[in-house]
């Protein structure tokens, strides 16, 4: 699976944003799909996961209320709504494909499949 991450840009503190990532492949489907992120110097946060069907989903509880991760499963494409943005919020968003069926997969060595980032800047 190849992944494509865009959606990214400058947002002022309160604003929203939607993350895109689309998958290359006949297999999106099969796939539980997650968003990370990540500022130099830190490793890689996961902010949200979502199952196969896009029945279950799972959040920390730092962003937990504001985002909302969701999937259109025949456009191969995985999206994260992140409303209520805060300064603490800026990073580089990367998503994952991970071949593991279970939903609750917040370490990244459980992921198989990554995009390339983008960039999120939120100023206060």
């Known amino acids: 699976v190849q992944l494509q991450a865009s959606g990214g840009g400058l947002v002022q503190a309160g604003g929203s944003l939607r993350l895109s990532c689309a998958g290359s492949g006949s297999t999106f489907s099969s796939h539980v799909m997650g968003w990370f992120r990540q500022i130099p110097g830190k490793e890689r946060e996961f902010v949200a996961s979502?199952?196969?069907?896009?029945?279950?989903?799972n959040y920390p509880d730092s962003v937990k209320g504001r985002f909302t991760i969701s999937r259109d499963n025949a456009k191969n494409t995985v999206y994260l709504q992140m409303n209520s943005l805060r300064p603490e919020d800026t990073a580089v968003y990367y998503c994952?494909?991970?071949?593991?069926?279970?939903?609750?997969?917040?370490?990244?060595?459980?992921?198989?499949?990554w995009g390339q980032g983008t960039q999120v800047t939120v100023s206060s």
């Open positions: 994952a494909a991970a071949l593991l069926p279970a939903v609750k997969l917040t370490s990244t060595r459980l992921y198989n499949y």
């Open positions: 979502i199952s196969r069907s896009g029945g279950s989903t």
